[in-house]
């Protein structure tokens, strides 16, 4: 089964995201700041990462670049979920290393699609 890890603070985005992907065949683990979400990243190695960007402890960013350069964990999907959604901010995050970016608000269906293409 796929594991899919949700990096999020706001508790409400969370709970919606989770609702949004519960009809997936998949096994969905969170994380409520960057800090933690890098150590389940490291200790579950799932198949995709829904990362916010702005998170306590570590960014998203800063999350996504730890990532990138540990070896166990350069190649898991990094999606980048975020209220910033200015053409500067993709281009950051992509340069960065994510294979996708979905800017908040998102719906259920354009959630599933980017998750579903990945899985």
């Keep these: 089964m796929k594991k899919i890890l949700l990096v999020e603070d706001n508790l409400f985005i969370s709970k919606l995201v989770q609702t949004f992907l519960q009809d997936l065949e998949c096994e969905l683990h969170t994380a409520e700041?960057?800090?933690a979400g890098l150590n389940s990243a490291k200790r579950?190695?799932?198949h995709i990462i829904l990362l916010d960007i702005q998170l306590?402890?570590?960014n998203g960013l800063e999350v996504l670049k730890l990532l990138r350069s540990d070896e166990t964990c350069k190649n898991i999907?990094?999606?980048l979920m975020t209220a910033h959604a200015s053409e500067n901010d993709r281009e950051v995050g992509f340069a960065g290393g994510c294979d996708?970016?979905?800017a908040k608000p998102f719906t259920r269906e354009q959630l599933?699609?980017?998750v579903?293409?990945?899985m």
């Design 116 to 118: 579903e293409n990945f």
């Design 56 to 58: 306590p402890k570590l």
């Design 100 to 102: 996708e970016y979905i």
């Design 77 to 79: 999907t990094i999606i």
């Design 44 to 46: 579950l190695l799932p």
């Design 33 to 35: 700041d960057g800090e």
């Design 112 to 114: 599933l699609k980017v």
